[in-house]
């Protein structure tokens, strides 16, 4: 696609498993954007958090880290590096243990403010694809373009599978599914930012698409917006 979308912001947000990153990492590299992964900033203060010990229903203390704790995305080749106060922790936020901190710290509020604060300033030169789970609905409510994917569970829980698989993890499909469950019960249910559809959002059901596919649409669907705009100025 030619670059007549200079300077856009797009939301992707969804479930675990939709597809997300790998679609918004692609679709970032065919328009020559920056990729941020919103998930892993929660991830990086959850290692930290973690690592210092912290009470994780402590809202106060958590809030105090984020303030004081420097998060950074370095696009790397086809990755990303996740810096905390300059130590890469790429890996390590993967880990199924910060997986299940990072869904209950990012439950507080005013953690969220700080990350959303953060996020926006990320993104303040625009040209950026961001992928999470408040993306469109409260990070950039005014995006240029909302995309909410989403999968059936069987898939994202085979995906899961093949994920856990592929970093040296046995992991029962049971149990993933189950944690898969619980996560989307905590992401939708939680009162701060719940993941939801925005209104405006176009949804795009994965568990039947490469991700080739998956970007195309997008795409078809960024260039009808740009034309639609332009005519109408
Ligand atoms: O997308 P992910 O699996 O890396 O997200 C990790 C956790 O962070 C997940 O429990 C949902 C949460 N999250 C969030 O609350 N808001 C975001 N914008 C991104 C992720």
């Known amino acids: 696609m030619s670059r007549t979308t200079d300077g856009l912001i797009i939301a992707i947000d969804g479930p675990v498993g939709a ?6 990492r692609l679709l970032a590299k065919r328009l020559g954007y920056r990729y941020i992964d919103s998930g892993a900033m929660y991830r990086a203060l ?3 958090a973690l690592r210092a010990g912290l009470d994780l229903d402590d809202e106060q203390s958590l809030r105090r880290l984020a303030d004081e704790t420097s998060i950074v995305i370095e696009p790397a080749g086809d990755r990303e590096l996740i810096l905390v106060d300059g130590q890469e922790v790429s890996r390590q936020i993967r880990e199924r243990e910060v997986e299940q901190a990072t869904s209950k710290i ?4 005013s953690v969220r403010s700080v990350m959303v604060t953060h996020q926006r300033h990320m993104a303040a030169q625009g040209g950026v694809v961001m992928d999470g789970r408040d993306i469109g609905t409260v990070v950039f409510p005014d995006a240029d373009l909302k995309f909410y994917l989403t999968a059936r569970v069987e898939v994202r829980t085979k995906r899961r599978y093949l994920e856990t698989q592929a970093a040296g993890a046995t992991r029962k499909m049971d149990e993933l599914a189950e944690e898969i ?5 905590r992401d939708m249910g ?3 930012s719940p993941l ?3 209104d405006e959002a176009v949804t795009i ?3 039947d698409l490469p991700v080739s596919q998956v970007v195309d649409a997008m795409e ?3 260039r009808r917006k740009t034309a639609a705009s332009k005519g109408s100025t």
């Open 106 to 109: 990012s439950t507080h509020p």
């Open 181 to 185: 469950t619980l996560r989307d019960a």
């Open 196 to 198: 939801r559809k925005a």
């Open 205 to 207: 059901d994965t568990s």
């Open 220 to 222: 078809e669907e960024i």
């Open 190 to 192: 939680r009162r701060a």
């Open 19 to 24: 597809g997300k990153s790998t679609a918004a």
């Open 46 to 48: 959850s290692w930290k």
